[in-house]
């Protein structure tokens, strides 16, 4: 079995994850409103992620997918709800607190510095005091999971395909040392085989004991995969399941498969 890639997080777990109580989800998200201005986007979001599970989150343009990531993450101060991490509410706390609490997030668009070396692209990631202790031994990990990232890792950060490139972006928020990992749509301008071995990657990635939320337009690839979905439409969770479950649901089928 892989190392636990966020062993000195699980040590922190609160108290209630001792044996004979119930292990709270590493991530419940209860009534949720937020939004820009005046505009409501998340209209009474509730989702909830069991403790190492992947879920996927579902939804065309515009639905309110990334809205909510940066709401959770503390960019975007909720309405009204609640966000707990492992049974504490995070909500309202400014986004390096809820880092350190351990929810992470690899944004859409990778965001890398490209005139800086892969391995001071993914150091960047270890800011937080925990972090920064185990940095070494994580940047190890990381390139286990993504060897071509050790053999280049003192190339700068541009002369890196757009899938390594996504890579360095997945391998960056893994050095926060994250309990709860969420990926805004990693495969965005891959081509088909590098999106097989991102998501290869995601699997392996499940293996080292994360939990993981999960924005994708491959919608098909990405239920194959998720133990759970959920499909948010105008702000509102409309559907929600097994991975499974939602790929045999017709709704699903019309409006994201086009079957
Ligand atoms: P996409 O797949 O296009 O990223 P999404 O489901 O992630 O879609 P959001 O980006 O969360 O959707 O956008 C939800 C709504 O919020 C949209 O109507 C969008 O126009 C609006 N919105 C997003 N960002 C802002 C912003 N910074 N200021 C004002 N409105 C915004």
Known sequence: MPKPIHDAAVREAPAHDAPGHAAPPALEITDLWAGYGEQDVLRGIDLKLAPRSIVALIGANGAGKSTLLRTISGLIRPRRGAVRLYGEDVAGLPPHRIVARGFVQSPEGKQLFLDMSIRENLLVGAQNRRARERREETLDEVFDLFPILRERQALNACTLSGGQQQ?????????????????????????PIMVDRLFESIARIRERDLTILIIEQNVFQVLEMADHGYVLENGVVTLSGTGQELLADDHLRASYLGL
């Open 167 to 191: 890579m360095v972006a997945v391998g960056r928020a893994l050095m926060a040392l994250p309990r709860v990992l969420a990926l805004d749509e990693p495969s965005l301008g891959l081509a």
